[in-house]
């Protein structure tokens, strides 16, 4: 196991905030982390935390999307992240937030999505 997976597996295994641990990797633009991240989760966990307000506003998928990152927002697709979901304080949904920041590769895989 390489050291930044078994990094995470030791963050969920000690009981981290997922969502939260999750946030702070899209936040600082980890892409392959937060991927990871989300691949040793179980299904539980994966349903538990995919939709989960990460703070007031942000889900990981309208974070990802607003911040242009493809390949954690394809993973978290993947994983059944909500593509409806509207930020409360906005009622932006990622799809709209991709297109306000100006991501149309973000904005199509969206929409092929549903």
């Known amino acids: 196991m390489n050291d930044k997976k078994g990094s ?3 963050l969920v295994e000690k009981g981290s905030d997922i969502a ?3 946030r702070n990797l899209i936040s ?3 892409e392959d982390a937060a991927c990871m991240l989300l691949d040793i989760l179980t299904s539980k ?3 538990e935390n995919i939709n989960k307000p990460i703070d007031s506003d942000n889900t990981a ?3 990802a999307c607003s911040n242009n990152l493809p390949k954690i927002t394809k993973k978290l697709l ?3 992240a909500n593509v409806n979901m509207a930020e409360p304080s906005t009622d ?6 991709a297109l306000i920041s100006g991501h149309e590769k ?3 895989m969206l929409i092929n999505h549903g």
């Open 78 to 80: 993947e994983k059944g």
């Open 20 to 22: 939260h641990t999750l």
């Open 8 to 10: 995470a597996k030791l």
């Open 28 to 30: 600082n633009r980890e």
């Open 106 to 108: 973000i904005a199509i």
């Open 45 to 47: 966990q994966v349903a």
């Open 92 to 97: 932006s949904n990622p799809l709209i937030l």
């Open 61 to 63: 998928l309208t974070l």
